[in-house]
């Protein structure tokens, strides 16, 4: 799943974070091991948490 950041909706456009990319791995170590994977290079990085729906970034 994917989609572009949406100004309309109140998200703020900012040069970098126009893209969001939702990935849903099958364990978590694998879901564990993504941020680092894909923020190599990057400015900002996420942090995975416990939420009532799963565990996810926010």
């Known amino acids: 799943m994917a989609t572009d950041i949406l100004e309309r909706i109140r998200h703020k456009l ?12 099958d364990t978590k170590a ?12 990057a400015t900002h990085g996420i942090v995975l948490h416990n ?3 799963g565990y996810c970034a926010t």
């Not at 900012?14 to 791995?25: A, C, D, E, F």
């Not at 694998?30 to 290079?41: N, R, V």
């Open 14 to 25: 900012i040069k970098g974070n126009n893209i969001t990319i939702g990935l849903n791995p």
């Open 30 to 41: 694998k879901a564990d091991h993504l941020p680092y994977a894909l923020s190599k290079g």
């Open 51 to 53: 939420e009532l729906w």
